[in-house]
């Protein structure tokens, strides 16, 4: 499984873009790259997926380049409750029927007023 | 509403004491997973279960036991051999589908051990 290594923590006001990059130099050709989001004292929730170039929804945009050896999650116009934690994750989520995904320390997101 | 359901939210438990958390999911998944998490940290697999009847060990096994009698369920429990069981549970489950978000996870349980 790919390791992945993002910064520790961030801070933000409202209203602005925030970009979180993550580096995975190890993917490999089955990977997908996924993040979630974790509020304190809950379970992560998936944020995006993707797999390769640019991948939006509704709450978020992933930003892969060719190599896929990093990503970048945008939050636009992030605001107080985007205040948590990302964790981006690395792997053939569709092998066997399971996977073991391996979730780091994440980055502390912090929304300032 | 289809998900993960996790309880109790909150437990309290003697020293030495075998305690067990509940893991249901609605979900039809095949993959259902346990996970520990340490304030401030990420999370740590404990075991994971593929199918009915079928687990594995995780990263951090020793002193926890699980069982799969039922698709639906993934009890797990801590047993007085977990040297420090004082921590956030959380349960998963998933679903090889690349139209899925790969896990969904429960609301967790706090297991606080006086």
């Known amino acids: ?113 | 509403d289809g998900g993960i359901t996790q309880s109790p939210k909150y437990l309290f438990r003697k020293e030495g004491q075998n305690v067990t958390l509940s893991c249901e999911q609605n979900l039809n998944h095949d993959a259902m997973y346990w996970y520990r998490q340490d304030p401030g940290q990420g999370l740590r697999l404990i075991y994971y279960s593929q199918i009915v009847n079928d687990f594995q060990k995780g990263d951090i096994a020793e002193g926890y036991s699980v069982s799969r009698e039922k698709k639906e369920s993934f009890p797990l429990t801590v047993t007085s051999a977990q040297k420090n069981p004082t921590a956030f549970y959380l349960c998963a489950s998933s679903i090889p589908s690349p139209d899925y978000g790969g896990y969904t996870f429960g609301s967790g349980t706090r297991l606080t051990i006086v």
């Open chain 1, 1 to 113: 499984l790919a390791k992945t290594t993002q910064p520790i923590s961030m801070d933000s006001y409202e209203g602005q873009e925030v970009n979180i990059t993550c580096s995975h130099n190890n993917i490999a050709t089955n990977d997908y790259i996924t993040w979630y989001q974790q509020f304190p004292s809950q379970g992560p929730r998936f944020i995006i997926q993707g797999y390769k170039t640019k991948v939006t929804n509704e709450v978020a945009s992933l930003f892969i380049p060719a190599d896929r050896k990093s990503s970048t999650l945008s939050l636009p116009r992030v605001s107080l409750s985007d205040t948590a934690v990302y964790y981006c994750l690395v792997g053939d989520m569709f092998s066997g029927g399971y996977n073991k995904l391996i979730f780091g320390a994440g980055t502390r997101l912090a929304v300032h007023p």
